[in-house]
């Protein structure tokens, strides 16, 4: 039996990846965040709660790390935890550059020092591309994070390929394009429409107010992304990898499909800040522009070549955005029903 090690297994992509390896048979310890209160929702929903070992993890505490890798022989680390909104790393940059970039090398250096045989993946992102040039992006697109989220990123992923490189670790970095699902956040663009509109189709008619509707996004389904994480271990070397769908929409464009599956129907009016959707079946205001979620540094469009996954991994994703937008919007509103 393989023995996995997943940090950030309480969030969206940790409890689709647990879920995953333990229907393969892996012994999954997950690493968790100590909080005031466990956040085991995601598992909890997913029916796994109980079925991986937990143990108590921060990505900014050595010792803890240390000891972690030092007593165990795990096969495979998934390095998944972070701070991940993007949104709030501008309030917190020295807390997201010690934990989603120097939190990266504690994980790898303890592997180096205890078991060098272990396989690890980093969490990497299609947001260190930034500020593109380049459509659309793949492994060898320059980097421009626009972010401190990013920036930090960046760090990570740089640190995973030297580490690979320096001392012959099996280190991989999956760059990955947004990915959403029924357990995404509810500070993120698509959940936060999906909650938003699932509540305005159920009656109550707040309108949600959203940032940039300009900004366009390359979103695939969280599930079909972890599978390519345990593929990239699987392979005899390790590597880098984009993972994406190739197909890019706007947040505009998202809340219209999400809408549609809701049975709602926007007619989109004004521009900049006075952009709003009015549901034309009740005539209320669905969507309206709230400045005040506007980023100091936007990125303004995502597109990934996911060829060398498709070619090398044989990872396809299965899910494309109008489907994964009606997923998500009626998973809320059966949830807004209970
Ligand atoms: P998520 O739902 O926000 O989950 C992040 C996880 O990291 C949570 O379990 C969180 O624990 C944990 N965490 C945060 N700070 C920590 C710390 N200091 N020490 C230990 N654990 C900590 O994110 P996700 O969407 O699943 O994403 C997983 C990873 O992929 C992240 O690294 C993210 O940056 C990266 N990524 C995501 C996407 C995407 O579109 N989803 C795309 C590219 C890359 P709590 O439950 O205690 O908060
Ligand atoms: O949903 P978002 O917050 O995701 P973002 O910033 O793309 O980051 C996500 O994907 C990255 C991969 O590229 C991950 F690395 C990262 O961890 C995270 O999972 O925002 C998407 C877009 C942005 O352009 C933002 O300005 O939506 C725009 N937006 C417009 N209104 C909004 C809103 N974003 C949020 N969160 N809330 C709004 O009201």
Known sequence: MKRALITGATGQDGAYLARLLLAKGYDVTGAIRRNSQPEMVRLEKLGIARELRTVDFDLSEPNNITRLIRGNAFDEVYNLAAQSFVGSSWEQPVYVADVNGVGVVRLLDAIRTYTPQTRFYQASTSEM??????????????????????????????????YRESFGLHASSGILFNHESPLRGTEFVTRKITVGLARFARGDHAAVELGNLNAKRDWGFAG?????????????????????T?????????????????????????????????????????????????RPAEVDLLVGNAAKARARLGWEPKVDVRALAAMMARADYDECGQ
């Open 129 to 162: 591309f930034g500020l593109v040039r380049v459509l659309p992006q793949d492994e060898q697109t320059p980097f421009h994070p626009r972010s401190p989220y990013g920036v930090a990123k960046v760090y990570g992923h740089h640190i995973t390929v030297n």
């Open 224 to 244: 079909d992304y972890v599978e390519g994480m345990w593929r990239m271990l699987q392979q005899e070397s390790a590597d880098d990898y984009v993972l994406a």
């Open 246 to 294: 190739g197909v890019t929409t706007s947040i505009r464009e998202f809340a219209g499909f999400a809408a549609e599956a809701l049975g709602l129907d926007l007619e989109w009016s004004g521009a900049d800040e006075t952009e709003q959707a009015v549901d034309r079946r009740s005539g209320k205001v669905a969507v309206r522009v709230n400045p005040a979620f506007y």
